[in-house]
C-alpha cells in the first residue's frame, strides 16, 4: 500500500517516463530532417595531399570552381589546391588519393615552387563508398606500381582448338605457386583441386581460333596439359603485356589508357599470387572504379609549396527539387586546410556544411583540419518527397512540442489533483 507520500512520486516519474519515450521517438525524425548530405546515396570524396610523415605538409588552401552552372548540373568541377611543406633537407614521397576508372583517370600537373615535378600513378582495388570504418591509409599502401620487373619470365602456351569441347590441367611444384593470366571459351566447367590443380573445360570451343595461357615462373615450376594441340613460347611478362596492349592500342588511344595501368594490374595480380583472366585484364578492368594514388617524391631542402588542379566528381541528389549537390574531401593527415567554395548565380545557396562557413556573395570560406563538406542548392529550401526538408523538419518540432507539452500538463494536472485530495482527507 503506498504512502501519501508515494502516490504523487510515482504519477511523476510516469509522467517523466512517458516524456523520455516521446521525446525518444521523434528525435530520430527532427535529426533526419536536418542531415542532408545523409540523404547522398554514395559518398566519393576528393582527397588532400598525404604523407606518412605527418609533421611534413603544415597547411592547405583548396579552391573548388564550380562557376559554371552547365558544367555543376553534369556533376563537374575543378579542385585547385596549394600545400605548404616544411624543410627536412631529405627526400619525401608524397600521394595525391583519387577514386576513378582507368577511362576517368585524370592527367595530373604537379609543381614544386613552380617547378614541374614527375610522378606516376599507383592503381588500386576495387572501390565504391566509404563509412567511417574505412582505413584510407591501408588503401593508399595497397595499391600497384606501374614498374614492372622486366627480367620476370613466363611462359605462355597457344591452343589451336580443335574439337568443340577441349580439356586444360595446370598444376604447380609444391611450394612454386604463381600467378597466371588464361584465356577461355564462353561456356566452361572449371575446379580446383586441396594441391592446386587446375582444370578447365573449354565447350563450344570453336567460338574462338586459339587461346592463351601465360603462366609466371620457371616453365620447371608448373606442368600443363591439353586436349588439343598447343604451342609453347618463354618471353618475359612485360613482352606479354605489350603485345596484348599493342594488338588494342587503338581502342585504348581512344579512352586514353597508357600501358601502365596494365603493368600495375598485372603487379597486383603477382603480389596477391592470383590468376586472371585475359577478358578481365584488357577489357573489363577499364571501368572498374578503383581507390589509386598519384605519387611523387621530393627532396625538400628548403620551405616549399606544392600546388596541382584536378577535376573532381560533384555528387548529386535528384530525390530533391531543385537538385542538391554535395562535395565533400578527406583529410588523411593533421594539417589545417582553408577552403573556398566559389558557386555561381544560378546555383548559389550552400545550405549545409560540416563546420562554420563564412559567406561573401556566392563564394564561401572555411578552414578545418578535419574532413570538409558542404552541400549546395538552386534553392535556400528544396523540396522532396522522400527526404522532408528543414521546413517539414520545423513543423514536426512544433507538433512534437505541443504534444510533450499537452502530456506533461495532463500529468502536472493529476498530481495536484492528488496533492488536494490528501489535503482534503487529513
Not at 570451343?205 to 604451342?231: N, P
Not at 573532381?312 to 535528384?318: E, H
Not at 523540396?383 to 512534437?400: A, D, E, Y
Amino acid at each position: 500500500m503506498y504512502s501519501k507520500i508515494q502516490k504523487p512520486t510515482m504519477i511523476c516519474i510516469i509522467g517523466i517516463f512517458l516524456f523520455l519515450i516521446i521525446f525518444g521517438t521523434f528525435t530520430p525524425i527532427i535529426q533526419t530532417h536536418t542531415a542532408q548530405a545523409q540523404t547522398f546515396e554514395q559518398h566519393i570524396p576528393t582527397f588532400g595531399l598525404y604523407c606518412k610523415d605527418k609533421d611534413v605538409i603544415q597547411t592547405g588552401t583548396v579552391k573548388y570552381d564550380l562557376s559554371d552552372a552547365e558544367t555543376v548540373t553534369k556533376g563537374k568541377g575543378t579542385m585547385q589546391s596549394n600545400y605548404q611543406i616544411a624543410a627536412n633537407n631529405r627526400t619525401i614521397e608524397f600521394a595525391i588519393p583519387f577514386i576513378s576508372s582507368a577511362i576517368n583517370a585524370p592527367s595530373f600537373s604537379i609543381t614544386a615552387n613552380e617547378k614541374n615535378i614527375n610522378g606516376s600513378i599507383c592503381y588500386g582495388n576495387m572501390f565504391f563508398m566509404f563509412d567511417d570504418d574505412t582505413d584510407f591509409e591501408t588503401l593508399i599502401d595497397d595499391t600497384y606500381s606501374a614498374d614492372i620487373d622486366d627480367n620476370l619470365n613466363g611462359t605462355l602456351y597457344t591452343i589451336t582448338p580443335d574439337n568443340e569441347t577441349i580439356s586444360i590441367e595446370l598444376s604447380f611444384t609444391e611450394g612454386k605457386r604463381s600467378s597466371f593470366i588464361y584465356e577461355t571459351s564462353n561456356h566452361l566447367s572449371s575446379s580446383t583441386t586441396a594441391t592446386g590443380t587446375y582444370t578447365w573445360t573449354l565447350k563450344n570451343a570453336y567460338i574462338k581460333s586459339e587461346y592463351k595461357f601465360f603462366i609466371l615462373g620457371e616453365s620447371s615450376d608448373h606442368s600443363f596439359s591439353c586436349s588439343s594441340e598447343y604451342q609453347t613460347e618463354t618471353m618475359t611478362c612485360k613482352d606479354f603485356i605489350d603485345y596484348q596492349y599493342e594488338t588494342l592500342k587503338e581502342l585504348y588511344d581512344e579512352y586514353g589508357i597508357a600501358v601502365d595501368f596494365f603493368y600495375s594490374m598485372v603487379n597486383r595480380t603477382l603480389k596477391n599470387k592470383q590468376s586472371i583472366e585475359i577478358d578481365d585484364l584488357f577489357f573489363n578492368s577499364l571501368e572498374t572504379q578503383r581507390f589509386n594514388v598519384y605519387k611523387f617524391t621530393l627532396h625538400i631542402d628548403t620551405d616549399a609549396t606544392v600546388s596541382y588542379e584536378l577535376p573532381i566528381n560533384i555528387q548529386r541528389n535528384f530525390a530533391f527539387t531543385p537538385t542538391i549537390y554535395l562535395v565533400e574531401q578527406k583529410n588523411l593527415c593533421n594539417y589545417p586546410i582553408r577552403y573556398t567554395a566559389v558557386l555561381n548565380s544560378e546555383i548559389p545557396y550552400l545550405i549545409e556544411a560540416s563546420v562554420k562557413t563564412e559567406k561573401n556573395g556566392i563564394t564561401y570560406s572555411a578552414e578545418t583540419a578535419d574532413d570538409y563538406y558542404f552541400v549546395f542548392c538552386a534553392s535556400e529550401k528544396p523540396q522532396s518527397p522522400t527526404f522532408p526538408n528543414n521546413s517539414n523538419g520545423n513543423t514536426t518540432l512544433i507538433i512534437c512540442c505541443s504534444v510533450i507539452g499537452g502530456i506533461a500538463f495532463i500529468a502536472l494536472i493529476v498530481l495536484i489533483g492528488i496533492a488536494i485530495h490528501q489535503k482534503v482527507k487529513r
